[in-house]
């Protein structure tokens, strides 16, 4: 793999996953397709709340990932978290089991959920991104380790709104200050996160698994100018203890998966 490959600037890589993810919320909003009921929730205030910033930051993202090296690994790994994610905010919305360890415990009974199919889905493209990624075995399965649990990682985080928006950015803007391709590869998760931060906070608006998913696997492939395995594995241990912590408390009520879709008024 040529790491010397030239990348689209920060600014440009920004640019296009706000502008992108923009477009997307705001033709959503207009003309969603479906019933419009599918489209909203009622938040842990009561409030109603519409998953537009989901797909909207899933395209916004791809659309950012910019660097010609790594565009074939970025795109895989947001489309595919995005996507796995959407399908657990539409088809699991009733279930009201969260984390890798109800998921798993499952699926060892032969019920396959829709987060078994998420857990699985996002691992499988992380693995794949990470072969295209790295060249050593060892670094590859590492890497695509990483990027899925930074995928689940910010999914944990998008327990109140704005919260997970606020976590990307938080991570993500001193990543602007590198150059070359760490700096347009942070500047993918942090446009599509501006562009919708505002509306998650002021709760019109929330990520939903399909946007948290994307959000948190767009940096994962920063991990492709990291030099080996020996860069990758504080950071898999510092998210395997994030993702694998059992949940102390009950689900936050403003998770989607434990929220109805509100009557279509009439």
């Known amino acids: ?12 890589a920004f640019l296009a996953a706000l502008s992108t993810t923009r477009a997307v919320y705001e033709v959503l909003r207009s003309r969603a397709p479906g019933e419009p009921a599918r489209w909203r929730r009622s938040n842990y205030a009561g409030r109603t709340v519409e998953l537009y910033a989901g797909p909207a930051t899933v395209l916004g993202a791809a659309a950012g ?15 595919a978290a995005g996507a796995c ?5 539409l088809a699991g919305a009733g279930d009201p089991r969260r984390g890798f360890r109800a998921h798993l415990r ?11 199919v998420k857990l699985l889905g996002i691992g499988a493209a992380a693995l794949t991104a990470g072969a295209l ?13 990483v990027i899925a649990g930074g995928a689940h990682c910010v999914n944990l985080l998008d327990v109140r709104p704005g ?11 001193p990543g602007l200050l590198r150059g070359g391709t760490a700096g347009a590869l942070a500047a993918v998760p942090v446009g599509a996160a501006a562009a919708v931060a ?7 608006t929330m990520l939903g698994d399909a946007g948290a998913h994307a959000l948190g696997a767009a940096p994962g492939p920063l991990v492709w100018i990291m030099p080996g395995s020996r860069a990758l594995v504080p950071r898999l241990a510092a998210l395997s203890s994030v993702d694998m912590a059992p949940p102390f408390l009950p689900p936050p009520p403003c998770d989607p998966r434990h929220q109805t879709p509100l009557p279509d008024p009439a």
């Open 163 to 173: 919260r997970a928006c606020v976590g990307v950015l938080a991570l993500g803007v």
């Open 133 to 145: 990624l790295k060249e050593r075995p060892l670094d590859r399965l590492l890497a695509g380790v």
């Open 65 to 79: 990932a910019a660097p010609s090296g790594t565009r074939g690994a970025v795109t895989l790994a947001v489309l």
């Open 198 to 204: 505002g509306a998650d906070l002021a709760e019109r």
């Open 106 to 116: 499952a699926l060892r009974h032969g019920e396959v959920t829709t987060g078994a």
């Open 1 to 12: 793999m040529n790491r010397g490959a030239p990348g689209a600037s920060r600014t440009a």
């Open 85 to 89: 994610g959407a399908y657990d905010d």
